[in-house]
């Protein structure tokens, strides 16, 4: 399997690891690449059984072979976290070649009860040893896990899944949450005939790119679903980060408009089902929500609840095949696949009281919901905000560019940090603009 390779490398320190002892437990030596600072300290309270070195982001091949793999060789029985699939040229080979434990951590299928990311902890999350789950390229754990486990034998976790399902179908709790009214009727119109749901996806989301055989957009979907459903209403849900500005989109819904009708007001999935017959999806887990309520999928990637009997396939995977209920691919992945989390103390919990927090949050009054905010850097004469701190006077005059090229949420990022914000962009360009502006610190 190769590795993404990243170019350009963040300059700076990090001290090197070392083992070291929490009451008579040792701690794991643990390398952490691709690692965004806000989830430093979360990982940090989650996995108090790790010493944890995070790797600069974007940290070049050449860096990484130079520094990262003596220090990495140099600890007794270390192990590698990987965020998605974001890893320096050479590092699975490295991995492999030493014997090292590499894990794929991403989020888990329980997110948060937050409509996106929004840089909140997530209540779960998935480590996989051979590739993030939704990577249809190669085989992964929750695949393994998939094809070998005798679900039928274990009646107990059976049980447990159909409680989890019905638990999920009742409080509408789905990845992201939304405490958002919505009046489904009003947005759908009067129902006449068969209704097809459309769920729109952010198209260079790596679920898209390793989880599809061949390029495939929103505007794709809809065209697809027009075309073999004529006379129904097709009903198009662009993903919330998509209408939000947090994303940008690479086909524009306006373009299908005069075949579907668009969603552009913010509804929470679990109602978006309300009233539909069909489901069209790229590789969304919403398909996956959808199979549970009992409705048609068809899915033109490969997700990971693809393959198993309980969808209508556009892509073949040759690894799966093995018929599965609704019920046993829930326990695989939602029971025994990921791991729970509280966010407040960092403790490992339970998918039931995982879901019950969220419904209790959403149930409460917004008044009673604490906000957490990162705080700004505060202003010093020295340092690398610049001589007497002049380089915070560039932060009312950049924020505004920020937002208009992105969005108001990446301008609220940056003025929390600057330097920080810049180290951490996707694109090389960007980061260098951030380097002449901020040569020193981070």
């Given amino acids: 399997m190769q590795a993404i390779e990243s170019s350009g490398d963040r300059h700076g320190s990090s001290s090197a690891p070392h083992a070291s002892v929490v009451g008579d437990e040792r701690r794991t030596p643990t390398f952490a690449f691709h690692f965004h600072s806000w ?41 590698i976290f990987v965020w998605s699939q ?47 789950y939704f990577d249809a390229r190669y085989p992964t754990d929750l695949e393994r896990l998939l094809l070998s ?16 399902i019905r638990f999920l179908l009742e409080t509408g709790v789905s990845k992201y949450n939304s405490d958002t009214l919505s ?27 390793y989880g599809c055989d061949r390029p495939f957009t929103n505007n794709d979907l809809v065209r697809l679903a027009c075309q073999e459903n004529p006379g129904a209403q097709i009903i198009y849900k662009p993903h919330p980060d998509i209408l939000n500005g947090i994303r940008l989109a690479q086909s524009k819904p306006a373009d299908v408009a005069h075949l579907c009708t668009i969603i552009d007001a913010p509804l929470p999935m679990a109602k978006a089902f309300e009233s539909i017959d069909h489901v069209y ?39 799966r095949g093995r018929p599965l209920s609704a019920e046993a691919l829930f326990a695989g992945a939602y ?6 989390f509280d966010a407040a103390t960092g403790a490992e919990t339970s998918f039931e ?48 560019i920020i937002a208009k090229i992105g969005h108001e949420r990446d301008a609220e990022v940056f003025r929390q940090n600057p330097i920080e914000f810049f180290r951490e962009l996707s694109e090389e360009k960007f980061r260098k603009i951030g380097r002449v502006l901020y040569p020193f610190g981070g």
């Fill in 149 to 164: 486990y005798d679900f039928e034998l274990d009646k107990q976790l059976l049980a447990g899944a159909r409680d989890g």
């Fill in 335 to 340: 029971l025994l696949y990921p791991r729970y």
């Fill in 183 to 209: 009046d489904v009727a009003s947005l759908y119109g009067e129902k006449k005939g068969k209704r097809i749901l459309v769920i729109g996806q952010v198209e260079d989301d790596a679920s898209i790119l």
């Fill in 86 to 132: 974001r890893a320096p040229d050479g590092l699975l080979a490295f991995a492999r070649e030493n014997a090292i434990p590499l894990y794929f951590v991403e989020d888990g299928f329980v997110r948060s009860a937050e409509p996106s990311a929004s840089r909140t902890p997530p209540l779960s999350l998935t480590l996989d040893s051979g590739a993030p």
């Fill in 281 to 319: 999806t790229i590789t969304s887990l919403a398909g996956f929500e959808a199979i549970l309520r009992g409705l048609k999928v068809t899915v033109c990637g490969s997700p990971f609840y693809a393959g198993w009997g309980l969808t209508d396939d556009r892509q073949r995977n040759a690894r």
């Fill in 39 to 79: 989830k430093r300290p979360v990982f940090e309270r989650y996995f108090p059984n790790r010493q944890f070195s995070f790797v600069p982001m974007y940290v070049s091949g050449k860096a990484f072979r130079s520094k990262w793999c003596p220090l990495i060789l140099a600890q007794g029985k270390p192990e």
């Fill in 353 to 400: 009281a995982t879901v019950q927090s969220i419904r209790q949050r959403l149930s409460a009054p917004r008044s009673a919901i604490a906000e957490v905010r990162v705080r700004r850097p505060a202003w010093r004469p020295w340092g690398p905000y610049g001589l007497l701190g002049w380089r915070h006077l560039l932060t009312p005059l950049i924020a505004p």
